[in-house]
């Protein structure tokens, strides 16, 4: 039986994620540098959506202070 998986959408994730670079003035090249991977990468993680890896994901959120909690849970209210 094949199951349905629901696919989640990271444009919203890389639209926060390229908020949070420019609000810490880290240019595309340097969080790349920081994190050993291709600019590109980022740019299509921001621009498109693109899938990160778990590690890439991790490190970006942690390195950028993004939380995770609105994407992943949206019906759940913010808490401050």
Do not use: C, W
């Not at 639209?15 to 949070?20: C, E, N, V």
């Not at 993004?66 to 209210?77: A, H, K, L, N």
């Amino acid at each position: 039986m094949k199951q349905n998986k629901e696919k989640f959408d990271f444009k919203a994730f890389g639209q926060a994620i390229k908020a949070a670079r420019k609000a810490k003035g880290i240019s595309r090249n340097q969080l790349a540098d920081t994190l050993n991977i291709a600019p590109r990468y980022i740019a299509s993680i921001e621009n498109s959506g693109q899938h990160p890896s778990l590690q890439i994901l991790y490190e970006l959120v942690t390195l950028l202070d993004v939380s995770v909690d609105q994407f992943f849970f949206p019906e759940r209210e913010q808490e401050k």
